[in-house]
């Protein structure tokens, strides 16, 4: 699956790293609700940085649809708050895409 990470470009990540993706997405889902400053930008940091380390760069000359789409590093908790759907940034293995 085609992921980009705003402001930095795309990364293809095999879909079995989903639910490792997942668990962090569930913890910044929490601390979202929560309103842990601290703990969300931790995550999302970790988030990001997971998906750097498992996925594979795409040229930047790639025009490849990106499936999914994860906020900028510095994104706010309120930036991130509008990028949600119902099952997070990440959706479920067995959720549909966009």
Known sequence: ?????????QLE????HLPELNK??????AEMERGDGPGFRRT????LEK???LGEPLPDASLEPS???LPAAEATLEEVREL????G???APDAPTA
């Open 89 to 91: 940034l990440i959706p």
């Open 1 to 9: 699956m085609i992921v980009r990470i705003m402001g930095e470009g």
């Open 51 to 53: 998906v750097r380390a």
């Open 84 to 87: 949600l759907g119902e099952d």
């Open 67 to 69: 499936e999914l789409i």
């Open 44 to 47: 999302l940091q970790a988030l």
């Open 24 to 29: 962090l997405d569930d913890e910044l889902l």
């Open 13 to 16: 990540v095999a879909e079995s």
